[in-house]
């Protein structure tokens, strides 16, 4: 099963991404940042795998640039408990 396949996977894999980017020292806007760049660029390369990433795909195509920045920034504290290296919540 394809990592885009699951919903619960994409979060844990989102989350693990995050939690070490935080470990090295790259600030919760540093992290924004990146979140934003790739959220843009799956929006315009990769076809949503389920239902969520449809949903996030379409916010997405409607969304301006202050309102994907919103969108990366709200995924990212989705995923803020989840992965294997856990954090008690992002920090603000």
């Known amino acids: 099963m394809s990592l885009l396949n ?3 996977q994409w979060k844990d894999f989102l ?4 939690h070490r980017a935080e470990n090295v020292g790259a ?4 992290i924004n ?3 934003t760049k790739i959220g843009g660029y799956l ?3 990769v076809d949503p795998k389920n239902e969520q990433e449809r949903l996030l795909s ?3 195509s409607v969304a301006d640039e202050n309102e994907h920045k ?3 920034r709200l995924i ?3 995923v803020a408990n989840n992965g294997s290296q856990k954090q008690p919540e992002l920090q603000k």
């Open 6 to 8: 699951n919903w619960d």
């Open 15 to 18: 989350a693990d991404q995050m």
């Open 27 to 30: 600030s919760s806007e540093t």
């Open 33 to 35: 940042e990146f979140a």
């Open 43 to 45: 929006a315009e390369h």
């Open 58 to 60: 379409d916010l997405w």
């Open 70 to 72: 919103t969108i990366a």
């Open 76 to 78: 990212m504290k989705l």
